[in-house]
């Protein structure tokens, strides 16, 4: 079974640019997460989508936006960049239950100069 | 909502010696705890998750323990080695909504 898939690898952006960041989940996994990994804040939690509706938000601000297509496959974006918002991107899919186990994918690496 | 405290940041250890993690959770009704090791360039991958019904679970030489009552579960590794050397993640659920969330990591060093 492939795995999580993430594209692309890395980014190189511009402040003041947007982004769009995607993600194919494991074939079956109807939820997908997002998440920011940064070296001082760790893994924070962008949002989840399940069945192309979101169903949980982090603390981030409206700058930062996802979707979820029908077969699953998610896309988040990130408008108007700024320097902080350099970090890893992981994207992760699971069954949806509430203890289901996350699968990631190896992340894209956005760079903002 | 959850939050979850990991301890130490950064563990070195000699190989074939044990290396132990600890977390603390605040919401009192998470029934779900998985752990997560991430190698270099990759995303973390699951190690060993235990569910709230089971005080402790054991897979070859990983192993987790759970309190409820204490709000706080452990990893364990036995007999360390050099591949065991990657940053640690324990995560705890959120269960105001469907999220994970993960305390800020352990870096182990183990050394040949």
């Known amino acids: 079974k492939a795995g999580v898939t993430q594209t692309p690898r890395y980014l190189i952006k511009t402040r003041g640019q947007q982004v769009t960041l995607s993600c194919s989940p494991i074939?079956?996994?109807?939820?997908v997460s997002w998440y920011q990994q940064t070296p001082g804040q760790g893994l924070q939690f962008l949002f989840e989508?399940?069945?192309?509706?979101?169903?949980n938000k982090g603390n981030f601000p409206g700058r930062f936006s996802g979707r979820q297509f029908s077969n699953s496959r998610s896309e988040m974006n990130v408008s108007t960049l700024e320097l902080g918002d350099s970090a890893l991107y992981l994207c992760?899919?699971?069954?949806?239950?509430?203890?289901?186990?996350?699968?990631f994918g190896n992340g894209t690496r956005l760079t903002v100069t | 909502g959850e939050n979850v405290e990991q301890h130490p940041s950064t563990l070195s250890v000699q190989e074939g010696d044990s290396a132990v993690i600890k977390c603390t959770y605040s919401?009192?009704?998470?029934?779900?705890f998985p752990w997560y090791k991430q190698e270099l360039g990759k995303g973390p991958q699951l190690i060993i998750d235990?569910?709230?019904?089971?005080g402790e679970k054991k897979d070859q030489r990983i192993a987790v323990t759970l309190n409820k009552t204490a709000k706080h579960f452990s990893l364990h590794i036995t007999e360390t080695q050099p591949e065991d050397s990657a940053v640690y993640f324990c995560?705890?659920?959120?269960?105001?909504?469907?999220?994970?969330?993960f305390g800020a990591g352990t870096r182990l060093f183990v050394k040949a």
């Open positions: 235990i569910r709230s019904n089971v």
């Open positions: 989508y399940f069945s192309e509706t979101q169903r």
């Open positions: 074939s079956g996994h109807r939820s």
């Open positions: 995560a705890a659920i959120d269960t105001g909504g469907f999220k994970t969330i």
């Open positions: 992760a899919s699971s069954l949806g239950a509430m203890d289901s186990p996350l699968h």
């Open positions: 919401d009192s009704a998470s029934n779900y």
